[in-house]
């Protein structure tokens, strides 16, 4: 299928300006994460990398590699991968847009009834190719459109899924330790980008200041200050977030550093602690995450979390946002996007947001 492919095509990365990790190869798998971060504290393995699900229930998908590359900044695709063309078609929704919106409607009235203040109700849309892909060629065209060079891709097989794997691009830190600093970087409350300069100025500063979302975000920042606060010596949480942009969105974000009481707590440890957030699941976690399995087809990964952690506790995870699964015999892939829904949401805006967010992934497979 792919006789000619590089030799250095990683199983796993994640690029990041501040710093990539790209891997090959298994030494050995992990479904469950708590023997993962056995066998990094007992020193059996140098890194681990892979994805988290949606579900901590459910089996996750770690590997231990072979082989590991570090680079100080972001990755660069490889040449092979920019010649290629890709062609794809949207052959399914799920849910259909308008009963998304209807989804919305219902849970705005949850909200309103209910001790539920905040939900992320998701949709997909299926994709299929005319010839079997290579997820990678995915993750390249993803970083070559990253206003920051942002992508990840992690194989799906070792919790069941052969050959599958997820790909995206997420701006979203969910956190990451670099020896005792401890850093997170939340993003809620989004705005799609607009056509002209003036429109788009506007569209960010109303972001900036609408309640809507400042409210929203702002569960977000309590959930880790609530998680981190008895794991840190100190902890630095800005007052009002900042606005930040990809090329398809504009996000409130706020970063959140730390400095760590325990030097032996890994960031997949920490990984596992502040997952889910708010931002992809809701608050109170619980009551949200009831709702989203009632409501929604199984998210996967999706929504789950996607990095590495080495042997000394050091590491970075990304929220499993902007992404598709790219199914084992690469002819076809799901792809997600997501919304927070608070008691004063617009359904039609809602839905119009995760149209903008499925626009990322959609780029990259040339929709």
Same mark, same amino acid.
């Given at each position: 299928?792919?006789?000619?492919?590089?030799?250095?095509?990683?199983?796993?990365?994640?690029?990041?300006?501040?710093?990539?990790?790209? !891997?090959?190869?298994?030494?050995?798998?992990?479904?469950?994460?708590?023997?993962?971060?056995?066998?990094?504290?007992?020193?059996?393995?140098?890194?681990?990398?892979?994805?988290?699900?949606?579900?901590?229930?459910?089996?996750?998908? =770690? !590997?231990?590699?072979?082989?590991?590359?570090?680079?100080?900044?972001?990755?660069?695709?490889?040449?092979?991968?920019?010649?290629?063309? /890709?062609?794809?078609?949207?052959?399914?929704?799920?849910?259909?847009?308008?009963?998304?919106?209807?989804?919305?409607?219902?849970?705005?009235?949850?909200?309103?009834?209910?001790? =539920?203040?905040?939900?992320?109700?998701?949709?997909?849309?299926?994709?299929?190719?005319?010839?079997?892909?290579? %997820?990678?060629?995915?993750?390249?065209?993803?970083?070559? /459109?990253?206003?920051?060079?942002?992508?990840?891709?992690?194989? /799906?097989?070792?919790?069941?899924?052969?050959?599958?794997?997820?790909?995206?691009?997420?701006p979203e830190v969910l956190i990451k330790?670099?020896?005792?600093?401890?850093?997170?970087?939340?993003?809620?409350?989004?705005? %799609?980008?607009?056509?002209?300069?003036?429109?788009?100025?506007?569209?960010?500063?109303?972001? /900036?200041?609408?309640?809507?979302?400042?409210?929203?975000?702002?569960?977000?920042?309590?959930?880790?200050?609530?998680?981190?606060?008895?794991? #840190?010596?100190?902890?630095?949480?800005?007052?009002?977030?900042?606005?930040?942009?990809?090329?398809?969105?504009?996000?409130?974000? !706020?970063?959140?550093?730390?400095?760590?009481?325990?030097?032996?707590?890994?960031?997949?440890?920490?990984?596992?602690?502040?997952?889910?957030?708010?931002?992809? #699941?809701?608050?109170?976690?619980?009551?949200?995450?009831? =709702?989203?399995?009632?409501?929604? !087809?199984?998210?996967g990964f999706y929504a789950g979390a996607?990095?590495? #952690?080495?042997?000394?506790?050091?590491?970075?995870?990304?929220?499993?946002?902007? #992404?598709?699964?790219?199914?084992?015999?690469?002819?076809?892939?799901?792809?997600?996007?997501?919304?927070?829904?608070?008691?004063?949401?617009?359904?039609?805006?809602?839905?119009?947001e995760t149209t903008a967010k499925l626009?990322?992934?959609?780029?990259?497979?040339?929709?």
């Amino acid at each position: 299928m792919h006789e000619d492919r590089p030799s250095t095509a990683p199983d796993f990365l994640l690029s990041r300006a501040t710093g990539s990790v790209r !891997t090959q190869g298994a030494r050995q798998t992990f479904t469950d994460v708590d023997a993962a971060i056995s066998a990094l504290r007992n020193k059996d393995a140098t890194m681990v990398v892979g994805a988290i699900p949606f579900d901590s229930d459910t089996p996750a998908a =770690l !590997t231990v590699p072979e082989k590991i590359i570090r680079e100080e900044g972001p990755l660069e695709p490889h040449a092979y991968y920019r010649n290629q063309t /890709l062609k794809s078609r949207v052959v399914g929704f799920d849910p259909e847009p308008e009963e998304h919106l209807r989804r919305m409607e219902a849970a705005i009235g949850t909200i309103e009834t209910s001790k =539920l203040e905040k939900v992320v109700l998701a949709r997909a849309v299926d994709i299929e190719f005319p010839e079997a892909i290579d %997820p990678r060629l995915v993750a390249a065209r993803l970083i070559d /459109l990253s206003a920051n060079r942002d992508g990840f891709i992690a194989d /799906l097989s070792p919790a069941g899924r052969p050959g599958a794997m997820l790909v995206g691009s997420s701006p979203e830190v969910l956190i990451k330790r670099q020896g005792s600093t401890v850093s997170a970087f939340p993003l809620a409350g989004s705005s %799609p980008r607009r056509a002209t300069p003036t429109e788009d100025h506007i569209a960010g500063q109303d972001l /900036l200041h609408s309640a809507k979302d400042l409210h929203e975000h702002a569960f977000v920042v309590e959930h880790l200050r609530r998680v981190l606060n008895p794991l #840190c010596e100190r902890l630095n949480i800005p007052d009002t977030p900042q606005l930040i942009s990809t090329n398809e969105m504009w996000h409130l974000g !706020t970063p959140i550093t730390g400095t760590l009481k325990d030097k032996d707590l890994t960031v997949l440890e920490l990984a596992l602690a502040t997952h889910p957030t708010p931002a992809i #699941c809701g608050t109170p976690a619980e009551a949200a995450q009831a =709702l989203i399995e009632t409501a929604e !087809t199984d998210r996967g990964f999706y929504a789950g979390a996607v990095g590495w #952690c080495d042997s000394s506790g050091d590491g970075e995870y990304m929220v499993a946002i902007r #992404c598709a699964e790219v199914a084992g015999d690469g002819l076809s892939a799901r792809a997600w996007a997501g919304g927070g829904i608070v008691g004063d949401s617009n359904a039609q805006a809602e839905l119009e947001e995760t149209t903008a967010k499925l626009q990322t992934i959609l780029r990259a497979l040339s929709l």
